[in-house]
């Protein structure tokens, strides 16, 4: 077990070690390694740690500026979904154990059992990119088509509506999602992962006592960049149907998905930038997801803590300031 003097930094600094709520559990990225802790119904403590390859060190071209977005975008989300699989396995949903279908023996036999949970995951990633593309960009543009086609709007007066229509359709979302009783353990875990890399951040030891104090609200979130995702989206579309005049829309939706890559790409260079420094500019692009917050993140008990404290402290490298951002 570390000690709480290797659990804090000694000056205060940004890191880039970031994390991610899970089924009654929590992931922490570091620069080396990733963990998942999860707390089983018995209370015990289960840990998985495994050496992380950063894309950029397997192929460096990937770690270009304005490449590298979209596939550290995709890479996030398989480790997503690859440990929230893993931590709703000691959760199921019936006491007796399923006998697996048909479907999934054939995968098993085809691909063996490792290939087959990592097709599983690829299609699960794939199924939530495509929801949210539908959610977010296709179902706003449909939504705004359908009243220009009843009451003819100038071009820049469907750009607004489009843009207005996906914010409130993001922020509904969330706020459905806050609602649900097993989703909201989920987001007090959140808050947990949150308050454990405050704390750390600011040269304390790593102690239930000193992260339940911290905010729950930190401007590198995830809720932030898609918040951000969301503007940069509507900024760049209103330019270009500012030139390009598209009032089909099915047109405008190809044109949505073509633009996909380009939003990623500046939105996580744009998070890069604003992670790094704090003054007026960056002050402004967080404040709307650190209000966003509000319902992604919640106090969490100090069974959560401990398990952000275990899940981050596994990840902390051995070199000092290696995880600065």
Not at 28 to 44: F, I, S
Not at 217 to 225: A, D, I, K, L, M
Not at 260 to 272: A, C, H, K
Not at 283 to 297: E, F, H, M, S, Y
Request: net charge neutral.
């Amino acid at each position: 077990m570390t000690n709480e003097k290797d659990q804090s930094c000694a000056t205060p600094y940004k890191t880039m070690i970031g994390g991610q709520a899970l089924i009654e559990g929590i992931m922490m990225l570091g620069p080396e390694k990733k963990a998942v802790v999860v707390r089983k119904p018995d209370g015990e403590l289960v840990e998985q740690v495994e050496e992380r390859v950063l894309i950029k060190d397997k192929h460096p071209i990937l770690g270009v500026p304005f490449l590298r977005g979209v596939f550290n975008f995709c890479s996030s989300l398989a480790n997503g979904v690859k440990a929230l699989m893993y931590s709703a396995s000691f959760f199921p949903e019936d006491e007796e154990p399923e006998e697996p279908s048909k479907f999934e023996l054939w995968l098993d036999k085809r691909l063996g059992s490792e290939k087959a949970a990592g097709a599983v995951v690829t299609f699960a990633v794939v199924l939530g990119i495509l929801f949210s593309v539908v959610l977010f960009f296709l179902l706003p543009t449909a939504l705004a088509g359908g009243v220009a086609y009843f009451f003819p709007l100038p071009m820049w007066g469907r750009n607004l509506l489009e843009g207005v229509v996906r914010i409130v359709i993001f922020m509904g979302y969330l706020v459905l999602c806050s609602r649900m009783k097993d989703i909201h353990r989920v987001f007090e875990y959140h808050g947990a992962e949150h308050k454990t890399i405050f704390c750390y951040e600011r040269g304390e030891a790593l102690t239930v006592e000193n992260v339940r104090k911290q905010p729950r609200h930190h401007p590198r979130c995830g809720t932030s960049f898609l918040f951000v995702v969301i503007v940069v989206s509507i900024l760049l579309s209103s330019v270009l149907f500012a030139f390009v005049h598209v009032t089909n829309t099915f047109a405008r939706m190809g044109l949505h998905i073509l633009l996909l890559p380009v939003i990623v790409s500046i939105t996580y260079e744009l998070n890069r930038l604003v992670g790094k420094y704090d003054n007026a500019f960056t002050r402004i692009v967080t404040a709307p997801g650190l209000w966003l917050q509000n319902w992604t993140t919640f106090e969490p008990d100090d069974s959560m803590i401990e398990v952000g404290i275990r899940a981050f402290t596994l990840v902390l490298p051995e070199e000092k300031g290696k995880d600065e951002w």
